[in-house]
């Protein structure tokens, strides 16, 4: 079974209970704190959200964590991840809260798929030029994330202005019957090209 198929079918199975533990709960506040407490670290306001949209995307949504500490910030949000459960939940708890697909939305996808990296469902405008991209993860078996490590990867994806910083205590997690204690990291980059306004735009 690919990486990819492991993913979707857990992050299917566990959809409904994903953010139920009291643990979640505990890291999501934090992560939400420390974002909202710099956001001029994020690149936010970038441009003015009353005159002009901001549209952020949320890749590997899930349930909408980021698209919830973002939220306040941006115009519209889209969402994208491979499990069709974890869709289906971030979109029901939009609508519940009563916003509309035009504002908040996600679609299954799987843009790491290298036998189909620009897939066609993905193709239409309203998944080209974020102003903001996020993309919240966690690593479960193997604590691979280091801050070079990321910072490679963002300029090799070629960011610049990349940062990274992590959060002083560490977070106490549940995955896949494991107990974690966790460092929570928070990298940004931003794109090289020039904004609506001159300025730069930023991107997660
Ligand atoms: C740890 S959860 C994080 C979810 C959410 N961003 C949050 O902060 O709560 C990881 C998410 O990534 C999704 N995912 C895993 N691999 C993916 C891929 N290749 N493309 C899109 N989503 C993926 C999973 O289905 C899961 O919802």
């Known amino acids: 079974m ?26 999501n506040d934090r ?4 974002l909202r407490s710099d956001l001029s670290w994020v690149g936010i306001p970038f441009t ?15 349930t909408g964590l980021m698209t919830r500490v973002f939220g306040p910030y941006v115009t519209s949000t889209q969402g994208i ?8 939940t971030y979109n029901t708890r939009a609508r519940d809260a009563g916003i509309s697909e035009d504002v908040v939305n996600a679609v299954v996808g ?5 036998s189909d990296p620009n897939p066609e469902a993905l193709s239409g405008e309203r998944f080209w030029d974020f102003d903001i991209a996020t993309k919240m993860n966690a690593s479960i078996v193997v604590p691979h994330f280091t801050i070079d490590g990321v ?12 940062d990274v910083i992590t959060m002083k205590e560490k977070n106490y997690m549940e995955f896949g019957g494991k107990k974690l204690w966790r460092t929570i990291l928070f990298a940004r ?16």
Do not use: H
């Not at 992560?31 to 420390?34: D, E, H, K, N, W």
């Open 151 to 162: 910072k490679q990867f963002f300029a090799e994806a070629g960011f610049v202005d990349v």
């Open 189 to 204: 980059g931003r794109r090289p090209m020039e904004g609506r306004d001159g300025s730069g735009k930023s991107e997660l």
């Open 48 to 62: 003015d959200s009353t005159t002009q949209p901001v549209r952020l995307l949320d890749y590997a949504c899930g």
């Open 81 to 88: 991840d491979i499990s069709p459960n974890m869709v289906s």
């Open 31 to 34: 992560v939400a704190t420390t």
């Open 110 to 114: 799987d843009l790491f798929d290298k």
């Open 2 to 27: 690919s990486y990819a198929e492991a993913n979707r079918r857990y992050f299917d199975a566990i959809s409904d209970s994903y953010d139920s533990k009291p643990w979640f709960k505990v890291v």
